[in-house]
């Protein structure tokens, strides 16, 4: 069903909570992010906009904040935000990204309503100057080329949007993880209850191409979570097999020096350190995800 058809036939809009996360850090492209984000058409839309560590500013008439005392993390927040959206459907929307078109949620929704073992779907992300879409928004191996869609086992978990049931049945974001991976995290595990992923990049989301790597944690958190994704979710026999394939693939990408010296810091850091809640994926969902083009050992 599209969204004309939703229209024509007086069918109801489908309920979405949105969930953005400020530090107060970007004035300008905040404001624009939200404004793009109300001119929403086809949905009922519940806004909410958490504060890390601050309380929330510029923000427009409708919209409700929550404030946190202090910066937990974009995992943490974002389950603190999916506590207080109502909606069927639950978006994560980075405070940086535009909606350049009015029926962008109502068309990522209306795949959700169709296929209702699709737990997520993903549009395509792309620089709002340079049309580029980086190939770690890209949520599959082989992302040279990322105007082919289909079903995925991973996500860019900054523009998302998410069935809400599954994302309960999942238990949200992995807390502890606060920046980087945690969208493999969560796709592992609604994978492992029986869903799949989508990914439409007929559906296009403006976000300026930036480098992870400008945040001075990178490199710790990076290999840190990595190592907690493998012993949360993967069998005790894949758990070596996928983090010697992370690191070689890390001593193929990072040369220098001190990249790879804070890495294995961070790497042994999610080796001593306390990983949260360990849930194995079954053997049933690695062959699935397997058969979908991306065995978990990557």
């Known amino acids: ?13 489908p309920s979405i909570g949105a969930v953005v996360l400020t530090m107060n850090d970007r004035p300008d492209e905040f404001p624009s992010a939200l404004a793009s984000l109300l001119a929403q058409q086809g949905v009922d839309l519940d806004v909410v906009v958490v504060g890390n560590g601050c309380h929330p500013e510029q923000i427009p008439e409708g919209v409700r904040t929550v404030a946190l005392p202090e910066n937990i993390g974009i995992p943490a927040g974002r389950n603190v935000g999916a506590e207080n959206v109502k909606g069927e459907f639950v978006f994560f929307f980075d405070n940086d990204a535009q909606l350049p078109d009015h029926d962008t949620l109502a068309r990522l929704a209306a795949e959700l309503q169709r296929d209702h073992q699709l737990a997520y779907v993903q549009p395509r992300i792309a620089d709002p100057h340079t049309g580029t879409t980086l190939r770690r928004w890209v949520p599959r191996l082989r992302a040279a080329d990322a105007t082919r869609p289909g079903i995925v086992t991973v996500m860019a978990e900054g523009v998302v949007l998410v069935r809400r049931s599954a994302f309960a049945l999942a238990g949200g974001w992995p807390d502890g993880f606060f920046l980087f991976h945690e969208g493999i995290d969560l796709a592992w595990r609604l994978w492992n209850h029986g869903h799949t992923g989508l990914y439409t990049p007929d559906v296009i989301v403006h976000h300026p191409a930036t480098n992870p790597a400008r945040h001075t944690r990178f490199y710790r958190l990076n290999a840190r979570n990595r190592v907690w994704l493998a012993r949360r979710n993967l069998p005790r026999i894949l758990i070596p097999l996928n983090l010697a394939t992370w690191w070689l693939v890390t001593l193929w990408r990072f040369r220098e020096r001190e990249a790879l010296r804070t ?13 949260g809640t ?10 699935r995800l397997t058969c979908a083009g991306r065995p978990p050992v990557f």
């Open 1 to 13: 069903m599209t969204l004309k058809d939703t229209v024509s036939t007086g069918a109801p809009h």
């Open 263 to 275: 890495s294995l810091a961070g790497f042994l850091e999610g080796l001593r350190t306390d990983c």
């Open 278 to 287: 360990r849930s194995p994926m079954s053997w049933r969902t690695v062959a």
